[in-house]
């Protein structure tokens, strides 16, 4: 799907007793994934049934990963669809520009971390469905 | 404890359901921390009685966020030890160079989310205790 990606992190473990020291996810902006990390933030809490996002961003690069759980991801545009589900710390999410995302299926005491390309702008956001489907077809039709 | 110290940042919650929808914290780097967040890692799958980290940094600084339940930190240095619980997502604890950490009694299903100042560098690491002790005396006592 088109500024969606799936990616794949380094999950290393210590080679005498992976089980017991679980692992470590690196990850270095610019160069594990395409943009400096100005912002992250996570999201936590969330109850059974809760369902966040519905919206999108006209520039805003971002990476979702979930952490000690799973988490299912709507990732939407006038012309495609697909439900993601995020379920290990080394898998990532790439939701690039004009994505209309929906986050839920949180599973208990899991967290969404996201990591974005710059910082909170209000002006980048698409909060209203039909305002950001005239706009994303445009944008999709180029 | 001199280059240690604990932040705390926002936890934005639904005006209308704050329990339904949990809590969003947001970092910004350079604003919210004091440094640009070249990289990220997360620990996680960390068995009970299981310790990591054994080491300090000469110049790195980090900020360790505890996600998903507790996780306790030991800074140290030649002149001055503290135990710390980080159990709050909201809640950081900045670690600046030559401060030698262990982490350990991490809770199920929590995840160790650090943020760092720069790229991995072996260089940069010390992960012997007596030359830690050695060059941090030194450091410390300027």
Redesign the interface.
């Known amino acids: 799907m088109k500024n969606v990606r799936l990616m794949d992190f380094r999950y290393i473990q210590d080679p005498d007793d992976a089980?017991?020291?679980?692992?470590?996810?690196?990850?270095?902006?610019a160069?594990d994934i395409p943009f400096?990390?100005?912002?992250?933030?996570?999201?936590?809490?969330?109850?059974p049934?809760?369902r966040?996002g519905y919206h999108s961003h006209r520039d805003l690069e971002q990476v979702l990963?979930a952490?000690?759980?799973s988490i299912k991801i709507l990732v939407k545009t006038p012309f495609e669809e697909e439900v993601i589900t995020l379920d290990s710390?080394a898998k990532g999410l790439y939701i690039g520009p004009m994505i209309w995302r929906e986050m839920f299926d949180?599973s208990p005491?899991?967290?969404l971390?996201v990591?974005a390309s710059k910082?909170?702008n209000e002006g980048d956001y698409l909060r209203e469905y039909e305002p950001y489907e005239r706009e994303a077809r445009e944008y999709f039709s180029k």
């Not at 400096?36 to 109850?47: A, D, F, L, V």
Request: charged content about 20%; cysteine-free; glycine content about 18%.
């Open positions: 089980e017991f020291y679980g692992g470590l996810v690196p990850i270095e902006g160069r400096e990390i100005k912002r992250i933030y996570t999201i936590s809490g969330m109850q049934g809760a966040r990963i952490l000690g759980g710390p949180f005491n899991s967290t971390m990591l910082y909170y």
